[in-house]
């Protein structure tokens, strides 16, 4: 009897354990433990295209996107682009756009196309799109020989919270000491938004100002000679912006006092 309910009870433990033939299951592996690689600068100096913008403004859709847009895929990386959108309650418009705005705007009309700190609308306004977009290329091409102020670099990568790991990376190009402001700007492609002056009338919008990480025109730093420093951040996307499209511009930004800025030198980065 005694024998029988051992060897019964025996059966059962062995059946038990061979419901479970599948492998044990590893921890699910965290993404995020990588460290990012120290961002190495780039030594380039790219001069600025900067077009002040609006969705509701008829000559922007007209001619200072298409003109802008032109410049832009033919220079590429040889220049920074950067559009900012600044009045009518464009959709568009968050603080780092206004500081901005309140940074190096002169005169409150849109379209605006800049080249470095020089405002060209009055001499190309006339102009076909093409030849708009010849003018501006020769400035920027006359500036691309400059001096950098200032070298940047930056990695980044996606977290599983929904956010963005990112480390950035500037140096003072000069032996002397500088004061200078920097900004890492979270940016994206393709957004669909009406557009006045723009056939059919919506459009996508492209190298849109989600927001800057530190605030107003970015963090001062009092550089050292040829002085280089390095920050470690999480990026929170905008309310509604989807994490995974954004890139970033770092911009390099200079006061000229009361209030006002000139740039120094900037960068595109994309994964």
């Known amino acids: ?33 990588t460290e990012l690689p120290s961002p190495e600068v780039d030594r380039k100096y790219r001069p600025f295209l900067h077009f002040f913008t609006s969705i509701h403004c008829g000559g922007c859709g007209r001619f200072g996107i298409p003109v802008s847009e032109l410049v832009a895929e033919e220079m590429r990386d040889s220049i920074l682009m950067l559009p900012t959108h600044f009045k009518y309650n464009d959709v568009f418009i968050n603080n780092s756009t206004l500081a901005i705005e309140k ?70 190009a000069n032996d002397t000491e500088a004061e200078y402001y920097y900004e890492v700007y979270g940016m994206q492609d393709s957004l669909n938004e009406v557009q006045a002056g723009n056939n059919p009338y919506r459009r996508d919008h ?47 930004w200079k006061s000229v006092g009361n209030g006002r800025f000139e740039y120094v030198n900037g960068k595109e980065f994309r994964n």
């Open 1 to 33: 009897m005694k024998k029988g309910l051992i060897l019964s009870v025996l059966a059962v433990f062995l059946m038990a354990c061979g419901e479970n033939t599948s492998p044990v299951e590893e921890p699910t592996k965290n993404t995020n433990t």
């Open 103 to 172: 940074g190096l705007v002169k005169t409150y009309h849109s379209p605006q196309l800049w080249v470095n700190t020089e405002e060209y609308t009055y001499s190309i306004i006339g102009m076909d799109h093409n030849s708009a977009a010849d003018y501006l290329k020769n400035k920027l091409r006359e500036e691309l020989n400059n001096d950098p102020g200032a070298y940047v670099g930056l990695t980044y990568k996606m977290k599983d919270n929904g956010r963005l790991d990112v480390k950035v990376a500037v140096e003072n």
């Open 206 to 252: 492209h190298r849109v100002n989600r927001g800057g990480k530190y605030g107003e025109m970015g963090r001062m730093h009092a550089f050292e000679g040829n002085e280089r420093i390095e920050d470690h951040f999480e990026y929170v996307p905008c309310q509604g912006c989807e994490a995974e499209k954004l890139y970033f511009y770092v911009i390099v």
